[in-house]
């Protein structure tokens, strides 16, 4: 079971940027795709980005061109560079692993807290 583990949250004044790290324990090369969701207080979750195996990214309207994902397999890990962010971008943000085979499954991370804020 390969497990995620997101790092690089915290609190960023309005226009600033943050880089988000999801580190798998296992190789993410099996992943026919990751990405990103983001959930704030009483609101859905929202997909922000995601890259598949052969590395196409996608955003959500509200973020691209603020926004890259990208990865290294080599250090099975993913990234998320956040620049220009609003405080309507604050919120957890999941990092997940699609498994696409017999079945199809997600693996995620624990989540990371941004907050946008003066």
């Known amino acids: 079971q390969v497990q995620l583990v997101e790092s690089g949250g915290g609190l960023v004044q309005p226009g600033g940027s943050l880089r988000l790290s999801c580190a798998a324990s296992?190789?993410?090369?099996?992943?026919?795709?990751m990405g990103w969701y983001r959930q704030a207080p009483g609101n859905q979750r929202e997909l922000v980005a995601t890259?598949?195996?052969?590395?196409?990214?996608g955003y959500a309207d509200s973020v691209k061109g603020r926004f890259t994902i990208s990865k290294h397999n080599a250090n099975n890990t993913m990234y998320l560079q956040m620049n220009n962010l609003k405080p309507e971008d604050t919120a957890v943000y999941y990092c997940?692993?699609?498994?696409?085979?017999?079945?199809?499954?997600?693996?995620w991370g624990q989540g990371t807290q941004v907050t946008v804020s003066s």
């Open positions: 997940f692993g699609r498994v696409v085979g017999v079945t199809t499954y997600d693996h």
């Open positions: 296992g190789s993410i090369f099996t992943f026919s795709a």
């Open positions: 890259i598949t195996h052969y590395g196409t990214p």
